[in-house]
């Protein structure tokens, strides 16, 4: 190792030590105190929790009534959800960095397991989708509207006690790269994505289409 090298890193242990310190301060002004209003509380409870079932709801609905060009949208949103799930995986399996309550920060008002919280893997998987929706011809109002929403349940997520800001900004990057990857790969994975999918659901739904309450 150079000199420079040693050298260098002083400083970068100071600056991990800095940005440490801010997240918690952050999270700590964030956070609920310890008896917090019940309606803030329940708020916060169901968009940390709850909100999350937003997604798979309006996929499986856009699915199942939607048209070619929803569907084809709903597939690159899947995509991007789930490269930003494996990155987000990956990065807290490198870097498993502990969660407020595990170092006794705060005040944690709904229970989790124990494990990595950077990046956070609700709002990861919630901004992927936000975002690919966003990217996407047609849809960036609800996408913009997703974003915001994923706003709402990142202090959510703060305020119950469970994540760290950083977390938050975390989930933003990967999300970020994972929709801009899956909506630039779309043209390599949609075709057969899609016919397969169309596919599965012509079985599944064969006689809902028949009917003529599904699209085929």
């Known amino acids: ?47 940390a929790e709850w909100m999350i079932w937003a997604i798979p709801l309006y996929l499986g609905i856009g699915w199942l009534f939607g048209d070619k060009t929803l569907r084809k949208s709903l597939l690159m949103a899947s995509a991007s959800g789930v490269v930003a799930l494996v990155i ?13 309550f595990m170092i006794g920060l ?19 998987l919630w901004w992927a989708v936000a975002f690919s929706v966003w990217g996407q011809r047609g849809t960036r109002s609800l996408g913009t509207v997703m974003a915001l ?19 938050m900004v975390g989930a933003i990057a ?7 990857l899956s909506l630039i790969a779309a043209p390599l994975y949609l075709p057969t994505t899609y016919k397969l999918a169309v596919s599965i659901h012509r079985r599944l739904f064969g006689f809902l289409i028949r009917q003529g309450w599904l699209h085929g």
């Open 174 to 180: 990967v999300a970020w790269g994972s929709a801009w």
């Open 149 to 167: 929403v994923g706003l709402a349940i990142a202090w959510a997520r703060i305020y119950v006690g469970v994540h760290f800001p950083l977390d």
């Open 88 to 100: 987000s995986q990956l990065v807290g399996a490198l870097w498993p960095h502990p969660r407020p």
């Open 106 to 124: 705060g005040h944690q008002f709904v229970a989790h397991v124990p494990d990595a919280s950077f990046p956070s893997d609700h709002l990861t």
């Open 1 to 47: 190792m150079t000199t420079l090298e040693r050298g260098d890193w002083p400083r970068f242990s100071l600056a991990i030590f800095f940005m440490e310190n801010i997240n918690h301060l952050l999270f700590l002004w964030l956070n609920a105190p310890e008896q917090p209003a019940a309606p803030i509380l329940l708020l916060a409870i169901f968009l």
